[in-house]
Structures are given as structure tokens and as C-alpha cells.
């Protein structure tokens, strides 16, 4: 499990906790975020996500340990540090009186967008996050999509080095969602991004490695695919088969690397059976298995199942929490 | 200073395009006016004495309603995560909050000036007591921000703010009242040296004592400094 990323990293997290009074929302938090690289941050709700985005953001200090940004400590440099980041909180920060326009201007002068330059760079992220249809609208009319859409706008202007984003497709149609996942993945090519999601599918599409917290600790931190081959409990393989129930059992159990079968009759048929396998997770176990069936009896499918990311998450968090029961 | 003055017009901005500012100046306008013909037109002595002195009291229950919203509507509104993740010092926006809201002050302190002209027309006023007077009236509102805006940074709730800020400035008006109650000379002097409706009359009688402004100017700065403070311990 790799916490440090190959690239420079542009977020670090040493070692961070957070306390509020004596409960312990964040326990000893460590990994790091290097520059064109795009973390995932997955965790069920509650798990911590935004307290950790909060203090990334300088918006929250830990209680101890270290953030930087950019190589710039979160503790004695936060201001210099905030005009390196753009942040996007779960709730879109904007003020309702003001219209799109008015509201980037007043962040685009904030962020210290050179006053000739802020009509481009306002045109850069309305194009980007497509709120032209909008831009002379009060904020308090605009629709959740684009409140929602607005707020990565707002992250996006003065060219951050540094993006994060708290649930950045929330609320958003399929169309938007599409949309608002490739200005991510553009950003990310050459920036740190650091997204937190409850949406496994999108952790896949668009992520470099990912980072699993449940409870304020971290789990796992791999690659989508890392994860995913780490897991071989959840390895199988499905087959339906019309054979006798107990010889094709010990059939399958004889084949190296058979650790488990189930077996149960398909409704409404006398003797073709669904097979489910436990497998080790090597290659080339699945055609030893379709030779053994095919050879004696008559094989009509044979699948083998990856983990899917929802079994990868769901183990670690079942995991962790088992394991912090028994202790 | 750019992020400072980026606060400064987003909060003229917020009040002119929010109802509630209208309807408080509206209300201290109308009520400004009554007490003023009523004090000038009903006995005939053409001076802003009694009137600025209905003005401070009637700016003890208005300035919360233009403060009350400053920093609780930016919880509320859930923006105070982007204004504390943002590249700006806490006393930025403390600062430019309270300029904004001085501005408004002081264009409703212009509005009252249309009481001026009858005075100036049938009476003849002393125009040096009337400015002391005048200014003596901004600086109390000034003082008044001040304590709101620390108010309403306490609370995310807007009317749990307006009412701590008036029993503070209520408190602050009434306390010469307790003068009488004290034997010790020290406590005398104290509670009339805190009292801004000792320093307010002494305006309005048209002695500018660097002392009373002195006052007023430092509360506004104990005020703001605990705005900040709280902010910075807020993170």
C-alpha cells in the first residue's frame, strides 16, 4: 500500500488528528497527493472526509500533526498557502444576493487575479464549468446543478495548484456529471486533485490512486486496480452447468486453486445447477475449471468476476471496524 | 488590502440588495423626522439637541439590525468556509465588514441632514454645536457596529445576535445611572467614563473632548480585536 505518491507531492498529510472535546473525529492520518495526480478520498458518510478536506483547506486546524500545501505549512503559512488551493466545500459557499458574475469577480479579486486579467479568467471558468446561460442570474434562482457547478468555478479561478473537491457531482444530471468529470480530469493532468466521493463508478473513471477512511482512519490507499487485486477474497467464478449436484462439487473442490463451491438448482430446472467458485486469484484458473465441467457434463456458462471497488470498500470497511471491536 | 476592499463592496452590495437594511433606515428615517418636529416645531426652539439625543437612543435598536447579519449569515449561508479558505487575514474581514457597515451608517446619518434645512431656514442654529453633535452621533454608531458585528459573530442565529448587541448598548447608555448608587469615587468615574450617553450629550452640547472621542474609538478597537480573535480561534 503506497501512502507517499510517486509524483512531487503537493498535499502531505504527516501523522494528522483532529479532537473535537474528547471525541476523536481523526485518528493519525498520513498520505500525500503529488502534483498531476488525482486521489480519490472514499469513505461511508461521517467517515471523516470533510473534516479532512476542512483542514487541508486551512478552514480547521488539526489537533496535531502536520499539513502543507504546496510546501507551504497549513499552520503558520495559511495564507499564502489559500492562494494556492481552490476548495470546493460539500455545501457550495455562495452568496445568494449577489449574481454569478459579481460573486467571481469578488473571489477572482480576493485569489489576486490581476485586475486586467479578471475578465478572461472569469470567461476561463464559465466556459470550463458552463455557466454562460447564467452569469448575469442572481444566485439564489440558480437551479442545484448549477449552484453546484458554480462552486467548482469559483475553486477553478486564479489558477490553483491545488484542487479540492468535496462531492463535486452532487446534484448533478448525468449530462453535468460527464461534463464537470472532464474539467477534473483536465485539471488533474497538471495539478494535485484531491476528490472525495461516496460514488465508487466515478473513483474508477477518473482517479490515479485512491484512499479509503472510515471512522477518521485511513484504510487503504492504492490504485483502483491495486485495490481491486488485493482483494482476492472477493475472486469467483460463476458457472451453469446441467451434472449432478454432489460429483460436480467434488469435481470442482479437486481443481487446484478451488477454495469454496456453492451450488444451487436453477428455478424450474431438475439438474442444471448455478455454481459459484471461490478461486485464489490467479489467471487461467477459470479454463482448468471449464475443461473439468465440459469434459463430463454439459457446460452452458462460465464467467470470471473481478471485485467489484463496492466489494473492495465495503471488505476494508467491514474490516476496520471488526477489527477495532475485537480490540 | 485588495481582499479588504473585495469585502468591502461584496457587504455594500449585500446591503443594498437586502430588504432589511431598507426597511431599519427607513424606520430610524421616519422616526427621526417625528422626533425633530416635534421637538423644533412644537416648542420653537430651532436647535438638534433634543432631536440627536432621540437619535442615539433610537441608533441603539438599529445598529443591530444592520450589524446582526454580517457574520451570522455567513454561517448560515454556509460562506464563512469559503471566506476562512480564501487568501485573507481574519482582521480583512472583520474590517471590511465593519466599513461596509460605517458607510451605511454614515449615509444614514446624510439622510437625517434633511432636517437641516427648515432649521436653517426659520431658525438660526449654531452650526459648530450641530457638527459636534453630528459627529459625536457617528462615532456612537461606530462603537454601536462594533459590538454588533462581534455579536453576530458569536451566533449563526441573526436575531439571537441583534438581541445581545442591544442589552450590551443598552447597557453601555444606561450605566451613568449607576453613578448615583456608588459611594467610591472610583467606581463613579468609571461607570461615567463607560457611559456613551454621558459622552453622547457632551457632543451634543458641542464639546468635542478628545477623551469621549477617544472613548468611542477605543471600544470600536476592542470590539474589532475580538471579532478577529475569535475568528483566528474559531479555525
Known sequence: MS??????????????????????????????????EIVGFLGPNGAGKTTTMRMIAGYTTPTSGRVTVAGLDMATQNEAAAAKIGYLPEHPPLYDVLDVSTFLRFVAK????????????????????????????EIFKLSKGYRQRLGLAQALLGKPQVLLLDEPTAGLDPGQIQETREVIRAFGETHAVLLSTHILHEVTLICQRVA???QGRLLAIDSPGGLQRASEQTNSVVLEATAPADPLRQELLSIAGVNAVRIQLLPGRTSTHYVECQVEARDGIESHIARAVASRWELHRLERQQPTLENVFLRYVRAGVREREAA | MRGLLAIYQKELVSYFRSPIPYFAVSVFLVLTGFFFLRNVFETGIGTMDETLQNMGVLLLIIVPVLTMRLFSGEYTGRTMELLMTLPLKPWQIVLGKYLGATTILLLMTLATCIDLIPLYLYGNPETKT????????????????AIGQFFSALTQNQIVAALGSVLVLLAFWFVGHLQSFQSSYAL???????SFSQHFADFIRGLVRSEAVMFYLIVSAIALTLNTSYLQWRR
Open chain 1, 110 to 137: 480576493i485569489k489576486g487575479v490581476a485586475a486586467r486579467e479578471i475578465a478572461s479568467e472569469l470567461e476561463r471558468v464559465i466556459g470550463a464549468c458552463r455557466l454562460e446561460a447564467v452569469t448575469r442570474s
Open chain 2, 130 to 145: 450641530i457638527l459636534s453633535g453630528y459627529l459625536g452621533f457617528v462615532l456612537l454608531g461606530m462603537a454601536g457596529l
Open chain 1, 212 to 214: 479509503i477512511i472510515n
Open chain 1, 3 to 36: 501512502i507517499v505518491s510517486s509524483a512531487s507531492p503537493a498535499i502531505v498529510l504527516e501523522s494528522v488528528s483532529k479532537r473535537y472535546g474528547s471525541k476523536t473525529i481523526i485518528h493519525d492520518l498520513s498520505f500525500t497527493v503529488g502534483q498531476g
Open chain 2, 188 to 194: 463613579r468615574s468609571l461607570f461615567g467614563y463607560l
